[in-house]
């Protein structure tokens, strides 16, 4: 087993400290035209990744940005780490009364959110395969299923950061939206989970369990859960040490609630967010407690998440125009 070298440290610090600074530079710059710092980081990420630098700048991109080794491996690890404390401080920030309050807004909203655009990519996808680069031979159901999940899933990791760079998070509107990209992703999850299941001959009544399971977490964390975390949270912050505690004991509870969701095969922001929601729910939570963790996460954490969408993809080499014109439209004619 190798060990993480020195040079694998200086590699995954320049990486990091790269990431960081070029991303703050250029979001400040974007702002100035009105635009969400999230756009900035991801930028910032084709500028690093294989679409620019990795062209005009081959052996420094595979320097920086290694694909084999332990630093790829590492700085993976460091993205997982940081979309589920993105999605910890998205729950932090909302307001449960009002997501509640929106009835059957919030319904009608997130059911046709997800029907719309699966029955336009499963339809796409089944009678028209050639337009996804697959032939008629190699496609069906399942791969129009696959298509129309993806489709209707919403990027919720994507929608909270930039709801909340434009001060919209905590409106009526807000809450909306993040109530139906929710309700979205887990459906979503549980049909990808459906469709795995059948492809790699699992058992489909492991989708049955999971659904219980995440059913049973939800209902726990926003009953029991979240009367244990109101009477915990005024003795964490007055007897441990301030902020650290309840820094420490918070996002300690985010993580073994993201391992949750994860080992029930949902993905682990779901679990992150739940936890999130029941701990900023809570009367007792500090509000410069609450600040604390939202600049920790979303000015270290989030930027590397957001730069790792560029450097994962090459617009030059694998851009189809056809596929991606595509997507594009029934994307927008689904979701809007």
């Known amino acids: 087993m190798s060990k993480f070298s ?7 610090l320049t990486v990091i400290g790269l990431i960081l600074i070029l991303s703050r530079i250029v979001s400040e710059m974007g702002r100035r035209f009105g635009f969400p710092i999230v756009i900035g980081e991801i930028i910032v990420g084709i500028l ?7 062209t005009l700048n081959p052996d420094f991109f595979i320097k920086v940005f290694p694909s084999e080794g332990n630093v790829p491996i590492v700085f993976d690890g460091l993205v997982k780490l940081s979309v589920v404390l993105l999605l910890f401080v998205a729950g932090l920030e909302v307001q449960l009364p009002l997501v509640l309050k929106q ?14 655009p699966f029955v336009t990519g499963f ?14 031979a190699q496609s069906g159901i399942f791969f129009a299923m696959f298509v129309g999940t993806a489709l209707a899933i919403s990027a919720l990791p994507v929608i909270a950061r930039i709801l909340m760079d434009m001060n919209l998070f905590k409106t009526s509107i807000g809450m909306l939206i993040i109530a139906s990209a929710m309700f979205n ?3 979503g999850w549980l049909i ?4 795995l299941a059948i492809k790699s001959g699992g058992e489909v009544s492991s989708v049955r369990y999971t659904i219980i399971y995440i059913l049973s977490f939800g ?7 979240k009367k244990i975390i109101d009477k915990a949270l005024p003795w964490i912050q007055t007897k441990l040490s301030w902020p650290g505690g309840v820094l420490s004991i918070s996002i300690g509870i985010c993580l073994l609630c993201a391992a949750f969701t994860e080992k029930i095969n949902i993905h682990a922001i779901l679990g992150a ?33 957001f730069v790792s969408i560029g450097l994962r993809v090459n617009f030059v080499e694998n851009f189809d125009l056809v596929i991606v014109s595509v997507v594009l439209i029934l994307s927008y004619f689904g979701k809007i």
């Open 6 to 12: 020195h040079t694998d440290l200086i590699v995954l």
């Open 48 to 54: 690093l990744g294989p679409t620019i630098a990795g």
């Open 103 to 116: 009835g059957k807004t919030a319904i009608y909203t997130s059911f046709f959110s997800m029907l719309i």
């Open 123 to 136: 339809s796409a996808a089944y009678y028209f395969p050639h337009w996804f680069g697959n032939q008629p």
């Open 185 to 187: 992703d887990l459906v």
């Open 192 to 195: 990808f989970s459906f469709l």
């Open 219 to 225: 209902l726990f964390m926003f009953s029991f859960g």
């Open 273 to 305: 967010f739940i936890a999130g929601i029941a701990f900023g729910d809570s009367v007792h939570l500090h509000e410069k407690a609450r600040e604390i963790i939202h600049q920790f996460v979303t000015n270290f954490f989030a930027p590397l998440f």
